[in-house]
Nanobody, 122 residues
Framework: QLQASGGGLVQTGGSLRLSCAASGLIFGDYTMGWFRQAPGKEREGVSC????????NYADSVKGRFTISSDLAKNTVYLQMSGLKPEDMAVYYC?????????????????WGRGTQVTVSS
């Protein structure tokens, strides 16, 4: 089970931190990540972290603004979002057992949490 929290309303340029608490899986064995989906758009892989060695991937659209981290003791993955833009507005989904293609594109996952809404006002 993946329980995401931390979404909300923020002004352009503001920050939010999303959290995702995982249960029922061996957290340290998995790549955990975040996806987002805006109305009328396809789901987009935002970032992921491989808990076994800490390897991280980001979508180009968020590089330099978002930071993913993982607390193995708490079975929790975080997404610190800064410099938020209106185009970041979406429902954000926590995901487990994320896979990445050889080009670093975050493609999908086997486990999904409920989404949390991020709204960015201009």
């Amino acid at each position: 089970q993946l329980q995401a929290s931390g979404g909300g309303l923020v002004q352009t340029g503001g920050s939010l931190r999303l959290s995702c608490a995982a249960s029922g899986l061996i957290f340290g064995d998995y790549t955990m990540g975040w996806f987002r989906q805006a109305p009328g758009k396809e789901r987009e892989g935002v970032s992921c972290i491989r808990n076994s060695d800490g390897e991280i991937n980001y979508a180009d659209s968020v590089k330099g603004r978002f930071t993913i981290s993982s607390d193995l003791a708490k079975n929790t993955v975080y997404l610190q979002m800064s410099g938020l833009k209106p185009e970041d507005m979406a429902v954000y989904y926590c995901a487990g057992d994320v896979w990445v293609n050889r080009f670093g594109l975050i493609q999908g996952a086997n486990y999904w949490g409920r989404g949390t809404q991020v709204t960015v006002s201009s």
